[in-house]
């Protein structure tokens, strides 16, 4: 039986690098899936995922990469089309991602099918920020695209009901709702660092 793996990587407190955690929460949402798909909130933990690629057979990620793209642009890559060493950053935690798919390489544990749903990202360099308006639209077009992707690789994927919950990839304190809704201002807190340590080099 296949072993399917869906990560959203990312940072969710850089602004548009919390894109692929917030598609990976948007698809558990949305659809509910048998037991061979294992959904992940993979975050940037880079070779600690390892283990998990390494017992799929199929791997789905959601990321934020620089494609040199207009913002918010999606772009799926298949297979070949992923890279494993590059000699340019697409992306703020690529290099450990594609060091995973390296160790796969290399040790012969590479996926079947491996396919990047991702954004172009509008803003990266705020700190406690959220998805820009743009990027953040594009997250029904991408879980789409990962259903009917699912789907081909015969897995069957259904829809919730209204009234049915999934239970959170996550910490409740992260969710897009609570954290846009309660994360403090542009105001109140300094958004490319500490002023407390800013200040001491003045």
Not at 33 to 50: C, H, K, P, R
Not at 174 to 191: G, Q
Request: with cysteine; net charge negative.
């Amino acid at each position: 039986m296949k072993k399917i793996l869906v990560l959203g990587v990312g940072n969710v407190l850089w602004a548009d690098e919390g894109f692929g955690v917030r598609a990976v929460e948007a698809l558990h949402a949305g659809y509910r899936f048998d037991e061979q798909v294992t959904l992940m909130d993979g975050g940037t933990q880079g070779l600690a995922l390892y283990p998990y690629l390494m017992g799929a057979s199929h791997v789905l990620v959601f990321d934020a990469i620089d494609f040199h793209l207009p913002p918010a642009s999606l772009k799926v890559l298949r297979d070949d089309e992923v890279p494993v060493y590059c000699s340019t950053k697409i992306s703020p935690h690529q290099t450990t991602l594609s060091e995973v798919l390296a160790h796969a390489y290399l040790l012969g544990t590479v996926p079947e099918k491996i396919t990047v749903i991702g954004v172009q990202p509008e803003v990266l360099d705020d700190f406690g920020g959220s998805l820009r308006e743009a990027v953040k639209k594009r997250i029904p077009e991408a879980v789409a695209l990962a259903a009917e992707e699912l789907a081909g690789w015969g897995v069957e994927v259904v829809t919730r009901a209204d009234d049915e919950v999934a239970t959170p990839l996550n910490a409740q304190v992260l969710a897009l709702e609570i954290y846009e809704n309660e994360r403090p201002s542009e105001e109140e807190a300094c958004r490319f660092g500490d002023p407390r340590f800013l200040s001491m080099g003045k």
